[in-house]
C-alpha cells in the first residue's frame, strides 16, 4: 500500500460545478495535511493546509480532513478552467515526521 | 520580491558528466529541500537540509551529492554515477524544519543524453 494514495485521473468536470478530489494515507498518527496545485510545466504552489479534523474554507477551496478514516479531501467550487492542473496531496508522516507527496490527480475543467 | 530562485530553467549534458542545479532563496528559510519528479509521479525526497553546514539524505540519494555553506544557497550536484538523471529538479524551504509548508521554487528540467 502507497503512503499516499490519490486517483491519477483525469478528473473532467464542468465549468461552475463542484470539482472533489481526495486523498488518503497509510499513517494513522499523521497531523498535518497539504494540497499543492501544479500547472503543467511548473513547480507546486500551496493552496492548502489542514490540520484539524473537518472543513477548512479559502474563497472557491474547502479542504476536508477525516482521521478517522484517514481520508483528506479538496473541494473547488465555481470551477474555472484555470482551476485545470494536477493537484497534489502532502502528508506529514507522524511517526517519520517527513513529509510524503501523492502522485496526483489530474483535473480537466471542461467548458 | 522574495523567493526561491533555480538555475537554469533548462540543462542538457551528456553522459558521464556531472552538473550542479543552482537553489537560492531569500525568504530567511532555515530548512531546505530537494526534490526529483519524473513524468507521471508524485515528488521524490532527494536531500534536505536543516540548517547552515548540515543535510540529511532523503529517499533517494543516491548518485547526488549537496552542499549547505549559506543560509540562502543549496546547491545540488548530479553526479555520473545517478543512473537515470533526466528529470525535473524541485527546490522547496520552510521557515523552518518543523514548519512544513513547503514553498517551490521554479524547477530546473535536467536531460541527460
Known amino acids: 500500500q502507497k503512503e499516499v494514495e490519490q486517483n491519477s485521473g483525469p478528473l473532467s468536470v464542468p465549468e461552475g460545478a463542484i470539482a472533489s478530489l481526495n486523498c488518503t494515507y497509510s499513517?494513522?498518527?499523521?497531523?498535518?495535511f497539504f494540497w499543492y496545485r501544479q500547472y503543467s510545466g511548473k513547480s507546486p504552489e500551496l493552496i492548502m493546509s489542514?490540520?484539524?479534523?473537518g472543513d477548512k474554507e479559502d474563497g472557491r477551496f474547502t479542504a476536508q480532513l477525516n482521521k478517522a478514516s484517514q481520508y483528506v479531501s479538496l473541494l473547488i467550487r465555481d470551477s474555472q478552467p484555470s482551476d485545470s492542473a494536477t493537484y497534489l496531496c502532502?502528508?506529514?508522516?507522524?511517526?517519520?515526521?517527513?513529509?510524503?507527496f501523492g502522485s496526483g490527480t489530474r483535473l480537466s475543467i471542461r467548458p | 520580491d522574495g523567493g526561491i530562485t533555480q538555475s537554469p530553467k533548462y540543462l542538457f549534458r551528456k553522459e558521464g558528466q556531472n552538473v550542479t542545479l543552482s537553489c537560492e532563496q531569500n525568504?530567511?528559510?532555515?530548512?531546505m529541500y530537494w526534490y526529483r519528479q519524473d513524468p507521471g509521479q508524485g515528488l521524490r525526497l532527494i536531500y534536505y537540509?536543516?540548517?547552515?553546514?548540515?543535510?540529511q539524505k532523503g529517499d533517494i540519494a543516491e548518485g547526488y551529492s549537496v552542499s549547505r555553506e549559506k543560509k540562502e544557497s543549496f546547491p545540488l550536484t548530479v553526479t555520473s554515477a545517478q543512473k537515470n538523471p533526466t528529470a525535473f529538479y524541485l527546490c522547496?524551504?520552510?521557515?523552518?524544519?518543523?514548519?512544513?509548508?513547503?514553498?517551490f521554487g521554479p524547477g530546473t528540467r535536467l536531460t541527460v543524453t
Open positions: 499513517d494513522r498518527v499523521s497531523q498535518s
Open positions: 522547496a524551504s520552510s521557515i523552518s524544519a518543523h514548519s512544513y509548508e513547503q514553498y
Open positions: 537540509s536543516q540548517i547552515v553546514n548540515d543535510f
Open positions: 525568504l530567511n528559510h532555515d530548512a
Open positions: 489542514i490540520y484539524s479534523n
Open positions: 502532502a502528508v506529514i508522516m507522524g511517526s517519520a515526521s517527513k513529509i510524503i
